[in-house]
């Protein structure tokens, strides 16, 4: 799937909110990924910066061919109220306005800003 501008802030945004640390196993060092909870085809989502975590390349990979543990996980992470939240949002249909959607990317721009002083 190609990414897009917003795609490539919201990832960087993920990770540096979580201080460039994989949220599982605490590493700062390798390769670290934004690991959508509800994949990206879920557009009502795909931006949401609660709905993603930032992983090292191999927890997400591990996380990717076990979604079951990654729920899991998430639950306990999380919490089973904030994943249910995600599920419904996720699961509901989204129709991207330009506007809406550039209006959108110049947030997650502007928080990224906020941490990169």
């Known amino acids: 799937m190609k990414r897009s501008k917003e795609d490539i802030v919201f990832s960087k945004l993920v990770r540096t909110m979580a201080g460039n640390r994989c949220e599982y196993c605490k590493r700062t060092d390798g390769q670290l990924d934004s690991a959508h909870i509800f994949g990206r085809r879920h557009r009502n989502t795909r931006w949401d910066i609660d709905n993603a975590v930032s992983l090292c390349r191999y927890h997400h990979r591990h996380f990717t061919e076990n979604p079951v543990f990654f729920f899991d996980w998430l639950a306990e992470y999380l919490g089973t109220e904030k994943l249910d939240s995600l599920r419904l949002k996720a699961h509901s ?25």
């Open 93 to 117: 249909i989204k129709k991207w306005k330009k506007a809406e959607k550039e209006e959108m990317y110049q947030d997650l721009k502007a928080k990224l800003a906020t941490y990169e002083v």
